[in-house]
Nanobody, 119 residues
Framework: QVQLVESGGGVVQAGGSLRLSCAASGRTFSNYRMAWFRQAPGKEREFVSGINWSGGSTSYADSVKGRFTISRQNAENTVYLQMNSLKPEDTAVYYC????????????WGQGTQVTVSS
């Protein structure tokens, strides 16, 4: 079992920045691929960014490429999402997720942190 706790959300003006953190506990953090998802009101949850165990491979949704950066510190059991040039359409609840390398779906989820971008 892996427990995930997100932090760092808040209210920011368009063009501003936020850094989300996700602290993991319970199992060997480096064994898991990590990702960020988000869900806006009335919309389905969508993938934002993912990172492999070493941090050497990352992926991003087209909507955030060039603005968001995912990273991880295995020694601290933490994954980050640096969000720059924020837009009102980035407003959502952001969730951290983890899965074993052999799993198809993300198995563990945090409780989410709200990000609100005002225009």
């Amino acid at each position: 079992q892996v427990q995930l706790v997100e932090s760092g959300g808040g209210v920011v003006q368009a063009g501003g920045s936020l850094r989300l953190s996700c602290a993991a506990s319970g199992r060997t953090f480096s064994n898991y691929r990590m990702a960020w998802f988000r869900q806006a009101p009335g919309k389905e949850r969508e993938f934002v960014s993912g990172i492999n165990w070493s941090g050497g491979s990352t992926s991003y949704a087209d909507s955030v490429k060039g603005r968001f950066t995912i990273s991880r510190q295995n020694a601290e059991n933490t994954v980050y999402l640096q969000m720059n040039s924020l837009k009102p359409e980035d407003t959502a609840v952001y969730y951290c997720a983890a899965k074993r390398v052999t799993s198809v779906k993300y198995e563990y989820w945090g409780q989410g942190t709200q990000v609100t971008v005002s225009s």
